[in-house]
């Protein structure tokens, strides 16, 4: 079966630091996913959803302002898998995450902050 899977999230205090995963399945897929780009989304209730970080096949990396020297994108291909690692986390970081590849997108992951 050809998916995204994404796991790590729940329930955060203030300033932790989870790591989010999303790994893909599916032989072809899986192909396809270590020489294209790699995106974590996020949306939060009531908000669109917006693009957090991108990594590309080379590893270049590129983040929004919002978490740009907070979060860091990877990837580990020998495991078909992109990180999210999440420092310094703030309540306004609350929000589903997902990832995605192409056209292909993962069910999310819930990450709220909150003592």
């Known amino acids: 079966q050809v998916q995204l899977v994404e796991s790590g999230g729940g329930l955060v205090q203030p300033g932790g630091s989870p790591r989010l995963s999303c790994t893909a399945s599916?032989?072809?897929?899986?192909?396809?996913?270590?020489?294209?780009?790699i995106n974590w989304y996020r949306q939060a209730p009531g908000k669109q959803r917006e693009l957090v970080a991108t990594?590309?096949?080379?590893?270049?990396?590129t983040y929004t302002d919002d978490i740009k020297g907070r979060f860091t994108i990877s990837r580990d291909n020998a495991k078909n898998t992109v990180y999210l690692q999440m420092n310094s986390l703030k309540p306004e970081d609350t929000a589903v995450y997902f990832c995605?590849?192409?056209?292909?997108w993962g069910q999310g992951t819930q990450v709220t902050v909150s003592s």
């Open positions: 599916g032989s072809i897929f899986r192909s396809i996913f270590r020489i294209h780009d």
């Open positions: 990594i590309t096949a080379t590893n270049s990396t």
């Open positions: 995605n590849c192409l056209r292909m």
